[in-house]
């Protein structure tokens, strides 16, 4: 009778809903990422036994700093897997709005705006091209997206001779590494902003309902009045856009424009969706999962740090954590295709 209470019933259009009354977003959210939430507070125990110097307030101001161009990036990369996509371009789109940025203030005179308007429009001419090709051509979004990568990063290295490129105004330099309030790095501050955008266009909007459409069925979907094409364009020149935004938020952490500085930025990105349970196949997915498997890969890369572990072992770690989060994926799909 109590489980008979918690639950009420709803006819609509001769269906039946069961509807939990005990359930809330929370809780929903908890449900649906149990298993990496559990894996998060594991490794915080261990790298806390390990280096107490963790859980310090400066160490994870830190950590959530370096998550936060990831995030960026990986918000991007949510929505295009959830719509049957995928981008390998991002990192050199990274590389290349930071080489963009930093010659257009100290080789043209830029001002920063100007500066930073342009670093974006390249990144969302870069996203905006790997869409319209990947829906004119039918080709496979892995190939078209590493062909502009390539492109990206070579134009990087050309354009500044492989050499970084030194800035020293200190309004450009407090965009990546000041504290809004004396307190909240700014990248935080950016991602915050972006955190609930995606989460409004995937869970609030017609595009978003689209892209998940798209990603379950393209052509269901298409049969149905989704205009594929705009999912493309959207989902990919925004890509374009967060990698811009992240190579201009690094360029001004790091003080320099380097060619070099997104390299492996499309991999990092693409760890943290699908260990937050973004599905590879398509169609499922959220932000909030995306969330946690950045923080995952932040506190271990961090741990890593801490206890002086050579940095090629996070590459190693980072591979790993992909293998079985696909694997994972996989063996999902395959009980629902069985069911």
């Known amino acids: 009778m109590e489980n008979e209470e918690k639950k009420e019933e709803k006819k609509e259009n001769g269906l039946v809903h069961v509807l939990k009354t005990s359930d809330n ?14 894996g998060l507070i594991i490794l915080c125990t261990v790298v806390q036994i390990n280096t107490p110097q963790f859980l310090t307030a400066s160490n994870l101001i830190s950590v959530l700093r370096q998550i936060s161009t990831n995030l960026y990036v990986a918000c991007a990369i949510t929505m295009i897997l959830i719509a049957g996509g995928i981008d390998l371009s991002a990192g050199a789109v990274i590389s290349l709005s930071s080489v963009v940025v930093a010659t257009s203030l100290v080789n043209y005179g830029f001002s920063i705006p100007l500066a930073i308007l342009f670093a974006l429009a390249v990144g969302a001419a870069v996203g905006f091209l790997n869409g319209t090709i990947i829906y004119r051509t039918g080709l496979p979004p892995f190939i078209v997206t590493y062909a502009l990568q390539c492109i990206c990063q070579g134009i990087a290295y050309v354009w500044t001779g492989a050499q970084p490129i030194r800035l020293t105004d200190p309004d450009f330099i407090f965009l990546g590494a000041g504290f809004a309030f004396g307190v909240i790095p700014m990248p935080l501050v950016y991602l915050i902003v972006i955190l609930i955008f995606v989460w409004y266009i995937l869970n609030r909007t017609q595009m978003g309902r689209h892209i998940f459409a798209v990603g379950g069925n393209e052509r269901a979907a298409e049969f149905s009045g989704v205009n594929i094409k705009h999912v493309r364009w959207f989902t990919y020149t925004f890509s374009g856009i967060m990698a811009a935004l992240a190579g201009i938020v690094l360029t001004a952490r790091m003080y320099s424009g380097q060619p070099a500085v997104g390299s492996g930025g499309e991999m990092d990105a693409i760890a943290a969706v699908v260990l937050g349970g973004t599905s590879m196949g398509g169609g499922r997915g959220s932000i909030g999962g995306t969330i946690i498997g950045a923080l995952l890969i932040g506190v271990m890369n961090n ?4 206890a002086g572990i050579d940095s090629y ?4 770690a980072k591979g790993i954590i992909i293998l079985i989060a696909v694997y ?6 395959g009980k629902k295709l069985r069911k």
């Open 303 to 306: 741990g890593l740090n801490l």
């Open 328 to 333: 994972v994926d996989f063996v999902k799909q």
């Open 313 to 316: 072992w996070q590459m190693v």
């Open 25 to 38: 977003p929370v809780i929903a959210y908890i449900r649906r990422n149990g298993g990496i939430i559990i």
